[in-house]
């Protein structure tokens, strides 16, 4: 997924240095994906060496040396080619506190009950920040792609909500 993103915010937004990319991800796909630095730089290296990516120097005045980042024609073709393989839709949960559930006997309760609490509020808190930065980006949004933020928004707050609404009835049913 990472390469995507970095193709894709390339395309979207011209050629970038790493921090400005990762400057980008924090602030338009936090919701939805946690990327780091290192991390970032990795796939630049890598997508570059692939040949999806040019790079080249730059120096700003007398601010260091940048190596800026361009999408090649062959990165093109491979951000087609992924974003369509991903048109199979698919949701495939992973929900490693069944666990907790399952084996819950060689737990306390009371400690099952506390967890859920905090739980609920970690997830209210991310459920409100979400429409916070909903709010934010909407305005800065181009029209021809309001839809379509709109449309991720949803699903993230969907489920996040499902989420919430999960946890509060089993902490009812633990009462």
Do not use: C
């Given at each position: 997924?990472?390469?995507?993103?970095?193709?894709?915010?390339?395309?979207?937004?011209?050629?970038?240095?790493?921090?400005?990319?990762?400057?980008?991800?924090?602030?338009?796909?936090?919701?939805?994906?946690?990327?780091?630095?290192?991390?970032?730089?990795y796939h630049?290296?890598?997508?570059?060496?692939?040949?999806?990516?040019?790079?080249?120097?730059?120096?700003?005045?007398?601010?260091?040396?940048?190596?800026?980042?361009?999408?090649?024609?062959?990165?093109?073709?491979?951000?087609?080619?992924?974003?369509?393989?991903?048109?199979?839709?698919?949701?495939?949960?992973?929900?490693?506190?069944?666990?907790?559930?399952?084996?819950?006997?060689?737990?306390?309760?009371?400690?099952?009950?506390?967890?859920?609490?905090?739980?609920?509020?970690?997830?209210?808190?991310?459920?409100?920040?979400?429409?916070?930065?909903?709010?934010?980006?909407?305005?800065?949004?181009?029209?021809?792609?309001?839809?379509?933020?709109?449309?991720?928004?949803?699903h993230h707050?969907?489920?996040?909500?499902?989420?919430?609404?999960?946890?509060?009835?089993?902490?009812?049913?633990?009462?």
């Amino acid at each position: 997924m990472i390469p995507l993103y970095i193709l894709g915010l390339l395309q979207r937004f011209g050629p970038q240095h790493g921090y400005q990319i990762k400057k980008t991800i924090a602030e338009q796909l936090s919701d939805f994906t946690q990327i780091k630095l290192p991390t970032i730089y990795y796939h630049l290296e890598k997508m570059e060496n692939d040949g999806l990516l040019s790079a080249s120097s730059e120096k700003p005045g007398s601010r260091p040396e940048k190596t800026v980042y361009a999408v090649t024609d062959k990165g093109v073709e491979a951000f087609r080619s992924k974003l369509t393989g991903m048109l199979d839709f698919e949701f495939r949960p992973d929900f490693p506190s069944d666990g907790v559930f399952y084996f819950s006997e060689y737990l306390q309760t009371k400690d099952i009950f506390e967890h859920l609490r905090s739980y609920i509020v970690k997830l209210q808190k991310i459920i409100d920040s979400i429409e916070k930065h909903k709010s934010v980006t909407m305005q800065y949004v181009p029209d021809d792609v309001k839809t379509m933020v709109n449309i991720i928004f949803s699903h993230h707050q969907r489920h996040y909500q499902a989420e919430l609404d999960w946890a509060v009835e089993s902490l009812n049913r633990l009462n």
